[in-house]
């Protein structure tokens, strides 16, 4: 199987950035497309961020488009979030997540593999 670990979570004000990483080990990282997913305290965990194996196509939920960046070095088998003007909203534990599905996975079912999820807290 697939060990996830994210860290890189905290508090921050509204309007700044955080980078989320996702540290992979198990089966080879390159061959999953992967994904970051957001719950919040309770609501449903939602679809943020997806990225192909090969790092050439990333899809992103309209709440998150234009201000989250997913990416992803296979040579170090790291999955990145990279999350600016980041707002109240946003405050959420943070997964992320190996697909085991093809085309552009956005559901939970979609994904087989998590990490622990970490915290990410925006203040007003």
């Known amino acids: 199987q697939v060990h996830l670990v994210e860290s890189g979570g905290g508090l921050v004000q509204a309007g700044g950035s955080l980078r989320l990483s996702c540290a992979a080990s198990g089966r080879t990282f390159s061959s999953y497309p992967m994904g970051w997913f957001r719950q919040a305290p309770g609501k449903e965990r939602e679809f943020v961020a997806h990225?192909?194996?090969?790092?050439?196509?990333?899809y992103y939920a309209d709440s998150v488009k234009g201000r989250f960046t997913i990416s992803r070095d296979n040579t170090k088998n790291t999955l990145y979030l990279q999350m600016n003007s980041l707002k109240p909203e946003d405050t959420a534990v943070y997964y992320c997540?190996?697909?085991?599905?093809?085309?552009?996975?956005?559901?939970?079912?979609?994904?087989?593999?998590w990490g622990q999820g970490t915290q990410v807290t925006v203040s007003s």
């Open positions: 997540a190996a697909a085991i599905v093809l085309g552009i996975p956005t559901r939970e079912d979609d994904y087989g593999y």
């Open positions: 990225i192909t194996w090969s790092g050439g196509n990333t």
